[in-house]
């Protein structure tokens, strides 16, 4: 049972660092930043051009510290952050997905604990 309990702890780091690194490339490249910026924007926040850069690059630099398995009792809180942001913002009343992103920001939480 611990041999499980060790693989699913390296599966679920995995995969949580793939999520912020794909995530930020696919703001980057797919969506661009002004895209980004124009969905911030919509939402009321200031600066959103700015802060869309400081969202793709945190996601991208965060999934890679995760998947570096660096200083992760740090690192782990940048995606708590934007998780429970986009929650209750880009995904209010859409209860399924604000549950979805809560559930992994829990487990970002959890693997900054191990």
């Known amino acids: 049972m611990e041999d499980v309990k060790k693989y699913a702890h390296k599966v679920n780091w995995v995969l949580l660092g793939l999520l912020f690194v794909v ?6 490249f797919s969506i661009k930043a002004s895209g980004v910026a124009g969905m911030l924007e919509s939402f009321g926040f200031p600066a959103s051009a700015v802060l869309a850069w400081v969202l793709i690059v ?11 398995r660096w200083q992760l009792k740090y690192v782990t809180w940048i995606p708590v952050v934007i998780l429970v942001v986009a929650a209750f913002t880009a995904w209010w009343g859409q209860w399924v997905n604000m549950l979805v992103h809560l559930a992994l920001a829990s487990n970002y939480v959890v693997l900054g604990a191990e």
């Open 23 to 28: 995530a930020g490339l696919l703001k980057l």
């Open 58 to 68: 945190a996601e991208i630099a965060s999934g890679i510290l995760i998947l570096a």
